[in-house]
Structure formats: C-alpha cells, structure tokens
C-alpha cells in the first residue's frame, strides 16, 4: 500500500470515509424501516412518500457533480466538514419536520451530506492507493453502505418491535456521523494521480469518450435496479410471507460479504465480467421476489443481494482504472447519474404501487391478498432493468475483451 502524496494517512482517511457511508446507509435503512409510521402518523400516499424518497436522491447527485468540480480546488477535507453540516442538520430536521414539505427539505439535506461522501471518498481512494489495492480498497469502502443497511435494518426492527417512535430512531444516525466528522478533521488529503485529472478542462476532455459515456448512461439502470428494490422493501414485501426487514437485512450482509472479496473476484474474472454475472443474478433475485413467497423470498434474496453487490463500487472502480483522464469530475458524474436517475425512478415506482393497489382493488382483492397482488406486481416492472443490464454488459464484455486498465492505478 502506498500513498500518493507524502504526510497523507491514507488509513485513518479510509476509515472516516467508510464511517461518512455507514452514515449514508443508515439514513436509507431506517428511513426505509419507518416508512409505514410516517406514513400512517402524517397521513401520506405512497406517491408522497415516493417524491419524499427522491429528494434524498437529488441531494446526493447535486452535491456529487459540484464535489467533484471542486474537489481538486477546495480539498476533500472542506467537502466533507460540509457533508457534516447537511447530515447534522438534515437529520434533526427530520425529527421534527412534522410535515410533508418538512421532509422534503430534510431528506434534500440529508442527501447532499451523503453525495459530498462520495465527491470526497471515491477520488481520495483511487488516489491513495495503486493497482489491485485501488479495487480492494474500492469495494471495501463501499462495502459499508450494505454493511450499514444490515445494521441499520436489524436496529429499525428491533426498535419499531419495542415501540419506539420513529423520530428516536432517526437520532441513530448522529452517532456514524460525529465519527466521521473527528476521523477527517486536520487531514491532509492525497493528490490526483493524473495532472489532466486535476483540471475540470482535463476532465471534460477525458469525458469526451464513448466508453466513459456507455457507463455513464448504464449507472442509471444499475443504481435503479438496486435501490428501486431495496428502498420499498417494506412496502412491496409486506405480505410475501416474509419479513421485509430481514430480507433488507441479508440482501445487505450478502453485498458487504461480497464487496469484501471484492477485488479478489474483478482480478479472477476481471471487471466486465463481474459486472454481467452481477446483471444474471439480479435478474433471477427480483424474478423470484415477483413470483415466490414465504422462505423462498430469503431464496431470492440471496440471488439479489450477490447481483447488485458489485454494480456500484465497480461501475465506479472501472472508470477510475481506465478513464482516470475524467478525474473526480468523471468519479462525481457517473455517480451522480445513479442517483440522479433515483430522483425520477422512486416516485414512479411509488406512483406504480398505487396504481398497482387500485387495479387490484377494483378487481375484488383486499387485505392481504390485495397487498401481495400489488408488491409482485411492482417487482414485475422492476425485473426490466436488470434484463436491459444483461444485454449492455454483455456488449461491455466483448467492447472491452483484451485491453488493460490505463491508469496509474492499472494492475
């Protein structure tokens, strides 16, 4: 392991950005536990609480591309005291919203705190560290967003099991993020690898690239693909025969288990390949989701969790291998644009439950019937973004078969 720039603690910042994330999971797990309580509490329709979702979305893209258009100019360690600022605030403003438009600007808040985690960490890690340790690193560092989720589902079943109100839970979320905030204070922070990098000018020219533009375009799907299920979990799953947050649960234990050895498996089967296994698997989790119940949705969850694993950190991993001329801003942008993406997808699935309910309603079906009806229903629509991924990474494998990463990080 080696740092890039003399004077940098390439650990302890590595640590502080896998706390900032742990932040970033905990404020999609437990949102996603108390969903039903908010809802019931303010008195909100699934397509509210949908757009209530998105704002978390948008937030995180907004401050990415920003981020990553400042980061060589400001420094990461000024990002980041910003993140601290959005996630304090947006977290208390959260607890005593009381209100829809409330929640709107809290979850925005929050959001942002989250996407200037991103900004920050993605580039600080491909710049700290070389070759196959960049990978290792990557997919560690994004291990704690599952690995976050599990916790934060396991404590968001135990507490609404207990009674507690939603708001207590919320609190939760202060603890990761005044670690991170003392972990990164005083920091030096390593510089870019790539001199084009450090410029916006010589990361727009290294945009201008029709490999960096497909990936760009397929994040979309991908983060959609992930978070279009995991974010209405409760919601969706809810009369399958199983509990929603366990499910939410394993599916994170499995991606954090997986994105451990994740730099193991991109050098056995390399990156593209990875990515299309990952698309399969997806597939088969949200066609079992759409059509099975009781112990077989654990069943689908374990396909899911191993399919959606690796799409982020290696989606992001492979530009910073080879188009590392995008720079932070390229890092920023393509992660933004999964994000981004959200801002669109989650009121539209939530809109889809219930146009889903309706139909089902007007059908005859009610309570529980009605509610399963309406969750597999939802997973239908859902399965077309994994199925579209099989097919675009089945033409990144080709695209791609016999080049080596160009990077500095190249291994």
Known sequence: MENNTSGVNANRLFYASCFA??????SFSLRAGILPQVQAEIGLSSGQLGFINSMWFLGFPISMIIGGLIYHTVGG?????????????????TIYAGSYGGLMAASLLIGLG??????ACNPMIADAYEGNMMSRKMNRFHMWFPGGIVLGSLLSLGMTSLGWSWQTQI?????????????????????AKSSEAASIAGSI???????????????AITASTEFGTTQWVELVLAESGAKPMLILALVAGLMAVARFFGGDMVGKFSTTGVLLGSAVLATIGIYMFSTQTGTMAYVAAIFFGLGVAYFWPNMIGFVADYIPQSGALGLGLVGAMGMFANVFMQPFFGSTIDSNRSSFEASGLTGSELELATGQATLSTMLWFPIALIVLFTILFFWMRGKEPVGAGAH
Not at 21 to 26: P, S
Not at 77 to 93: R, S, T
Not at 206 to 214: A, E, K, T, V
């Open 21 to 26: 994330l742990i932040t970033t999971a905990l």
């Open 171 to 191: 609190w939760i979320i202060m603890i990761p993020t005044v670690i991170y905030a003392y972990l990164f204070f005083g920091q030096a922070w390593p510089k």
């Open 114 to 119: 989250n996407g200037c985690t991103e900004a």
């Open 205 to 219: 020219k290294g945009m201008m690239n029709p490999l960096f533009i497909f990936m760009f375009l397929v994040m």
């Open 77 to 93: 360690g000024k990002i980041m005291a910003f993140a601290f600022l959005a996630h304090a605030v947006g977290i208390i403003g």
